[in-house]
Protein backbone atom coordinates (compact mmCIF):
# COMPACT_ATOMS: atom_id res chain seq x y z
CA UNK A 1 0.00 0.00 0.00
CA UNK A 2 0.60 3.92 0.28
CA UNK A 3 1.96 5.42 3.47
CA UNK A 4 4.15 7.97 5.07
CA UNK A 5 6.08 7.84 7.78
CA UNK A 6 7.48 10.93 9.66
CA UNK A 7 9.71 11.82 12.21
CA UNK A 8 7.75 12.67 15.64
CA UNK A 9 8.13 15.47 17.26
CA UNK A 10 8.10 18.08 18.37
CA UNK A 11 11.24 18.96 18.03
CA UNK A 12 12.45 22.36 19.56
CA UNK A 13 15.97 23.98 18.25
CA UNK A 14 17.45 27.23 18.87
CA UNK A 15 17.90 30.07 15.91
CA UNK A 16 20.20 29.02 13.41
CA UNK A 17 20.47 25.58 14.20
CA UNK A 18 20.26 22.56 11.55
CA UNK A 19 16.95 21.38 10.99
CA UNK A 20 15.74 17.50 9.61
CA UNK A 21 12.82 16.09 10.09
CA UNK A 22 12.60 12.35 8.74
CA UNK A 23 10.39 11.23 6.34
CA UNK A 24 10.45 7.64 4.82
CA UNK A 25 7.27 6.30 2.53
CA UNK A 26 6.27 3.12 0.63
CA UNK A 27 4.38 3.38 -2.51
CA UNK A 28 2.92 1.15 -5.18
CA UNK A 29 3.40 2.73 -8.53
CA UNK A 30 5.57 6.37 -9.16
CA UNK A 31 4.82 8.70 -6.21
CA UNK A 32 5.47 12.55 -6.57
CA UNK A 33 6.69 13.39 -2.82
CA UNK A 34 5.77 16.83 -1.12
CA UNK A 35 6.33 18.81 1.74
CA UNK A 36 3.93 20.80 3.69
CA UNK A 37 4.00 23.19 6.56
CA UNK A 38 0.96 24.91 8.21
CA UNK A 39 1.21 27.73 10.68
CA UNK A 40 -1.20 27.73 13.67
CA UNK A 41 -5.11 28.24 12.91
CA UNK A 42 -3.96 28.04 9.12
CA UNK A 43 -4.55 25.55 6.43
CA UNK A 44 -1.59 23.65 4.38
CA UNK A 45 0.65 25.45 2.51
CA UNK A 46 3.12 23.90 -0.27
CA UNK A 47 6.63 23.81 1.00
CA UNK A 48 8.67 22.09 -1.79
CA UNK A 49 8.09 18.73 -4.17
CA UNK A 50 9.74 16.26 -6.02
CA UNK A 51 8.06 14.22 -8.48
CA UNK A 52 10.85 11.59 -9.17
CA UNK A 53 14.10 10.04 -8.22
CA UNK A 54 16.98 11.93 -7.13
CA UNK A 55 14.88 15.28 -7.67
CA UNK A 56 15.74 18.04 -5.41
CA UNK A 57 13.02 20.62 -4.01
CA UNK A 58 13.56 23.61 -2.53
CA UNK A 59 12.39 26.63 -1.21
CA UNK A 60 12.47 29.49 1.63
CA UNK A 61 16.12 28.05 2.75
CA UNK A 62 14.51 24.30 2.44
CA UNK A 63 15.38 21.40 0.93
CA UNK A 64 14.41 17.89 0.34
CA UNK A 65 15.46 14.93 -2.03
CA UNK A 66 13.92 12.39 -3.55
CA UNK A 67 16.07 8.95 -2.63
CA UNK A 68 14.27 6.12 -4.08
CA UNK A 69 16.91 3.59 -3.21
CA UNK A 70 16.15 4.85 0.55
CA UNK A 71 12.70 5.32 -0.27
CA UNK A 72 13.05 8.76 1.57
CA UNK A 73 12.26 12.41 1.57
CA UNK A 74 13.93 14.27 4.26
CA UNK A 75 13.32 17.56 5.43
CA UNK A 76 16.38 19.98 5.94
CA UNK A 77 17.25 23.48 6.25
CA UNK A 78 20.64 25.20 7.35
CA UNK A 79 19.60 27.55 9.24
CA UNK A 80 16.08 27.62 11.45
CA UNK A 81 14.72 31.09 12.08
CA UNK A 82 11.93 31.71 14.71
CA UNK A 83 9.53 32.42 11.66
CA UNK A 84 10.13 28.90 10.74
CA UNK A 85 7.87 27.43 13.87
CA UNK A 86 4.99 25.62 12.61
CA UNK A 87 4.26 21.92 11.71
CA UNK A 88 5.92 19.79 8.50
CA UNK A 89 3.92 17.32 6.56
CA UNK A 90 5.07 14.99 4.37
CA UNK A 91 2.97 13.48 1.71
CA UNK A 92 3.04 11.65 -1.09
CA UNK A 93 0.88 11.14 -4.31
CA UNK A 94 0.57 8.28 -6.92
CA UNK A 95 -0.49 8.35 -10.26
CA UNK A 96 -3.18 5.70 -10.20
CA UNK A 97 -4.99 7.64 -7.49
CA UNK A 98 -6.53 10.82 -6.35
CA UNK A 99 -5.31 10.32 -2.71
CA UNK A 100 -2.24 12.52 -0.79
CA UNK A 101 -0.55 10.34 1.46
CA UNK A 102 -0.15 12.51 4.78
CA UNK A 103 2.35 11.21 7.53
CA UNK A 104 1.67 12.88 10.99
CA UNK A 105 3.24 15.77 10.86
CA UNK A 106 5.83 17.09 12.89
CA UNK A 107 5.75 19.94 15.37
CA UNK A 108 8.86 22.49 15.01
CA UNK A 109 9.54 25.47 17.44
CA UNK A 110 12.55 27.20 17.18
CA UNK A 111 13.50 29.98 20.22
CA UNK A 112 15.50 32.67 19.77
CA UNK B 1 -1.59 31.65 -8.96
CA UNK B 2 -3.31 28.55 -7.53
CA UNK B 3 -5.22 30.01 -4.86
CA UNK B 4 -7.78 28.48 -3.17
CA UNK B 5 -10.62 29.80 -1.06
CA UNK B 6 -12.47 28.80 2.13
CA UNK B 7 -15.95 30.53 3.64
CA UNK B 8 -16.24 30.73 6.37
CA UNK B 9 -12.87 30.59 8.35
CA UNK B 10 -14.53 29.81 11.28
CA UNK B 11 -17.95 29.28 12.73
CA UNK B 12 -19.71 28.24 15.75
CA UNK B 13 -23.61 26.91 15.74
CA UNK B 14 -25.83 24.97 17.92
CA UNK B 15 -26.12 21.17 18.24
CA UNK B 16 -28.79 19.88 15.66
CA UNK B 17 -28.42 23.08 12.98
CA UNK B 18 -26.49 22.66 9.92
CA UNK B 19 -24.13 24.17 8.58
CA UNK B 20 -22.56 24.67 5.16
CA UNK B 21 -18.59 25.30 3.97
CA UNK B 22 -18.08 26.48 0.60
CA UNK B 23 -14.41 25.54 -1.11
CA UNK B 24 -13.66 27.95 -4.58
CA UNK B 25 -10.61 27.43 -6.60
CA UNK B 26 -9.93 31.01 -7.77
CA UNK B 27 -8.46 31.12 -10.33
CA UNK B 28 -8.25 27.98 -11.29
CA UNK B 29 -10.90 24.33 -12.85
CA UNK B 30 -10.22 21.67 -10.52
CA UNK B 31 -11.84 18.61 -11.89
CA UNK B 32 -11.32 16.83 -8.31
CA UNK B 33 -11.51 18.34 -4.55
CA UNK B 34 -10.68 17.05 -1.47
CA UNK B 35 -12.26 17.70 1.88
CA UNK B 36 -10.49 16.95 5.14
CA UNK B 37 -10.99 16.70 8.48
CA UNK B 38 -8.13 17.69 11.16
CA UNK B 39 -8.13 17.21 14.45
CA UNK B 40 -5.85 19.10 17.33
CA UNK B 41 -2.35 18.06 16.77
CA UNK B 42 -2.94 15.11 14.67
CA UNK B 43 -2.53 14.64 10.70
CA UNK B 44 -5.18 15.16 8.25
CA UNK B 45 -7.74 12.56 7.63
CA UNK B 46 -9.35 12.33 4.16
CA UNK B 47 -13.25 12.39 4.19
CA UNK B 48 -14.27 12.44 0.78
CA UNK B 49 -13.68 13.26 -2.38
CA UNK B 50 -15.35 14.83 -5.17
CA UNK B 51 -15.71 15.14 -8.63
CA UNK B 52 -17.72 17.80 -10.38
CA UNK B 53 -20.92 17.21 -11.66
CA UNK B 54 -20.68 13.38 -9.55
CA UNK B 55 -21.39 11.45 -6.42
CA UNK B 56 -18.89 12.16 -3.68
CA UNK B 57 -16.71 8.83 -2.84
CA UNK B 58 -16.58 8.52 0.91
CA UNK B 59 -13.57 7.40 2.67
CA UNK B 60 -14.80 4.34 5.31
CA UNK B 61 -16.70 5.40 8.33
CA UNK B 62 -17.50 8.70 6.90
CA UNK B 63 -21.45 9.10 6.92
CA UNK B 64 -22.24 10.59 3.84
CA UNK B 65 -25.89 11.61 4.99
CA UNK B 66 -24.32 13.94 7.92
CA UNK B 67 -21.66 15.39 5.54
CA UNK B 68 -22.83 16.25 2.12
CA UNK B 69 -21.00 17.16 -0.53
CA UNK B 70 -22.03 19.15 -4.18
CA UNK B 71 -19.22 19.88 -6.50
CA UNK B 72 -21.89 21.85 -8.25
CA UNK B 73 -19.01 23.46 -10.92
CA UNK B 74 -15.20 23.20 -12.00
CA UNK B 75 -14.83 26.19 -9.36
CA UNK B 76 -16.97 25.36 -6.25
CA UNK B 77 -17.71 22.42 -3.49
CA UNK B 78 -19.75 22.76 -0.76
CA UNK B 79 -19.44 20.80 2.33
CA UNK B 80 -22.44 20.45 4.72
CA UNK B 81 -22.85 19.60 7.87
CA UNK B 82 -26.04 18.19 8.90
CA UNK B 83 -27.64 18.05 12.63
CA UNK B 84 -23.97 18.70 13.56
CA UNK B 85 -23.15 17.60 17.12
CA UNK B 86 -20.04 18.41 19.74
CA UNK B 87 -18.45 15.69 18.43
CA UNK B 88 -18.48 17.49 14.42
CA UNK B 89 -16.33 20.29 15.83
CA UNK B 90 -13.18 20.13 13.98
CA UNK B 91 -11.37 21.77 11.25
CA UNK B 92 -11.87 20.81 7.51
CA UNK B 93 -9.88 21.63 5.21
CA UNK B 94 -10.75 21.40 1.61
CA UNK B 95 -7.89 21.08 -1.78
CA UNK B 96 -8.16 20.76 -5.30
CA UNK B 97 -6.59 19.15 -8.13
CA UNK B 98 -5.68 21.62 -11.10
CA UNK B 99 -7.97 20.27 -14.64
CA UNK B 100 -4.84 20.47 -16.22
CA UNK B 101 -3.50 17.04 -14.75
CA UNK B 102 -1.13 18.64 -11.93
CA UNK B 103 -0.41 15.85 -9.83
CA UNK B 104 -0.09 18.76 -6.79
CA UNK B 105 -3.09 19.81 -4.39
CA UNK B 106 -3.88 23.32 -3.49
CA UNK B 107 -5.15 23.71 -0.23
CA UNK B 108 -7.46 25.95 1.48
CA UNK B 109 -7.04 27.64 4.47
CA UNK B 110 -9.47 25.75 6.43
CA UNK B 111 -12.51 25.93 8.62
CA UNK B 112 -12.99 25.93 12.08
CA UNK B 113 -16.28 24.55 13.70
CA UNK B 114 -17.54 24.97 17.12
CA UNK B 115 -20.80 23.39 17.88
CA UNK B 116 -22.47 24.45 21.34
Known amino acids: GNSVTQMEGPVTLSEEAFLTINCTYTATGYPSLFWYVQYPGEGLQLLLK?????DKGSNKGFEATYRKETTSFHLEKGSVQVSDSAVYFCALSVFSSNQFYFGTGTSLTVIP | GAVVSQHPSWVICKSGTSVKIECRSLDFQATTMFWYRQFPKQSLMLMAT?????????EQGVEKDKFLINHASLTLSTLTVTSAHPEDSSFYIC????????????FGPGTRLTVT
Open chain 1, 50 to 54: ATKAD
Open chain 2, 95 to 106: SARPITGDREQY
Open chain 2, 50 to 58: SNEGSKATY
